[in-house]
Every structure is written in structure tokens, then in C-alpha cells.
T-cell receptor, first 113, second 114 residues
Framework: SQKIEQNSEALNIQEGKTATLTCNYT??????LQWYRQDPGRGPVFLLL?????KEKRKERLKVTFDTTLKQSLFHITASQPADSATYLC????????????FGTGTQLKVEL | DAGVIQSPRHEVTEMGQEVTLRCKPI?????LFWYRQTMMRGLELLIY????????DSGMPEDRFSAKMPNASFSTLKIQPSEPRDSAVYFC????????????FGQGTRLTVV
């Protein structure tokens, strides 16, 4: 069966450290993989997209890797800040048009002072 | 642009009643999506439209759910009759259809069916 797995347990890290979140999937061949941030009581906000032929993508303090052999994406936040505390969702885009996104259940990140 | 606008933000209704959720997408976006989020199942795509036409409704749970998009600036998701298991947060999102830009989500409607 098809599955997208993210760390179900919350991730607590200290301010200034690098947070690394994992997204693993099975029985999918996504064209794109997207990462979103969701704050309590709000809708998800798009952060980054990485294509199947890209190994790594960066945006400011964010870095995403995509290993289609391992069927895994890693999402890194460097120099983390308390304001980075949120739930982070990965989403698989099977069509490449961003139209049919299948989301993981998300990982809650808490950055402590 | 004010972003994707959903109404109401909260809805409490009794089992068996009809519920209508509303969405105004971002102007110029050709795609509109309805998602449902629960603790158990996460964020699930229910249906999406392209240029006001429903393209894929395979995520709609059953016939009690229906969605319409009468024009480019308005969509509704209707549940009739509602059941307690429909309680969830319903999100509307819109996009340009270019995957690189992602989807823009509204604030969601928290539905409670008692």
C-alpha cells in the first residue's frame, strides 16, 4: 500500500541548532516533493519544492534533499529559532503540476531557548 | 490580494443538518482544491477543480458530499446530511497549476457535528 511517513513524535531542539525532519514514502513515484509549514489554527504555507531530478534545494535557512532511490526527503532548518516552531508537512506531487498533493501527517517542531 | 478566503471559520451543527462551506480563491488561480484535516487521517484531498470544472473527486468520501464552482471566484462544499464523523477542519486552497509555486491555503473551517 502507499504510505508517506513523517516522524510522528515531536522534535524538540535548542535554538541555534539544525533541525532535521524526515519524510519517507513507499509505493509512490513522485515528480515533485513539497514542504509546508502549518501553525496552530491556520492553513499550511508552502515553503519549498524539489523535483525528482534534483538532489538538493536551498532557500535562506532551509535545505531540502530528495533521494528517489531511498524514497526519502530530508528537510533541514539551520540556525533554528523559536519562531520556527510549527508542524511541517511533506507532500508528494505525483503529476508534477502541483494539483494532486498527497500529504504526510506532519512533524511538530519545537525550538527552545 | 487577501489570499484564499473561507467562511465560516467555525461551524457547529446538529447531525442530519445540511452544512455549506464557502471559498473564494486567489484571483488568477486556475486550480481550486478542497481538503479535510483530522488527527487520525491528516490532510486529505477531497476534490479539485481546474477552470471551474471538477477534475478529480475521488477523495470525496460519499454521496453526502458535493462541491461546486459556479465561477472563478467562488466554490462551495456541501454536506447533506451531516454526521458526527464529518467533524474536521476543511481547507480550501488555490494554485496557478505550476507546481513550483505550491498551493495557497485558506484559514480553514472547523466543523463540529454534534
Amino acid at each position: 500500500s502507499q504510505k508517506i511517513e513523517q516522524n510522528s513524535e515531536a522534535l524538540n531542539i535548542q535554538e541555534g541548532k539544525t533541525a532535521t525532519l524526515t519524510c519517507n514514502y513507499t509505493n509512490y513515484s513522485p515528480a515533485y516533493l513539497q514542504w509546508y509549514r502549518q501553525d496552530p489554527g491556520r492553513g499550511p504555507v508552502f515553503l519549498l519544492l524539489i523535483r525528482e531530478n534534483e538532489k538538493e534545494k536551498r532557500k535562506e535557512r532551509l535545505k531540502v534533499t530528495f533521494d528517489t532511490t531511498l524514497k526519502q526527503s530530508l528537510f533541514h532548518i539551520t540556525a533554528s529559532q523559536p519562531a520556527d516552531s510549527a508542524t511541517y508537512l511533506c507532500a508528494l506531487d505525483l503529476t508534477g503540476g502541483g494539483n494532486k498533493l498527497t500529504f504526510g501527517t506532519g512533524t511538530q517542531l519545537k525550538v527552545e531557548l | 490580494d487577501a489570499g484564499v478566503i473561507q467562511s465560516p471559520r467555525h461551524e457547529v451543527t446538529e447531525m442530519g443538518q445540511e452544512v455549506t462551506l464557502r471559498c473564494k480563491p486567489i484571483s488568477g488561480h486556475d486550480y481550486l482544491f478542497w481538503y479535510r484535516q483530522t488527527m487520525m487521517r491528516g490532510l486529505e484531498l477531497l476534490i479539485y477543480f481546474n477552470n471551474n470544472v471538477p477534475i478529480d473527486d475521488s477523495g470525496m468520501p460519499e454521496d453526502r458530499f458535493s462541491a461546486k464552482m459556479p465561477n472563478a471566484s467562488f466554490s462551495t462544499l456541501k454536506i447533506q446530511p451531516s454526521e458526527p464523523r464529518d467533524s474536521a477542519v476543511y481547507f480550501c486552497a488555490s494554485s496557478t497549476g505550476q507546481g513550483a509555486l505550491g498551493a495557497f491555503f485558506g484559514q480553514g473551517t472547523r466543523l463540529t457535528v454534534v
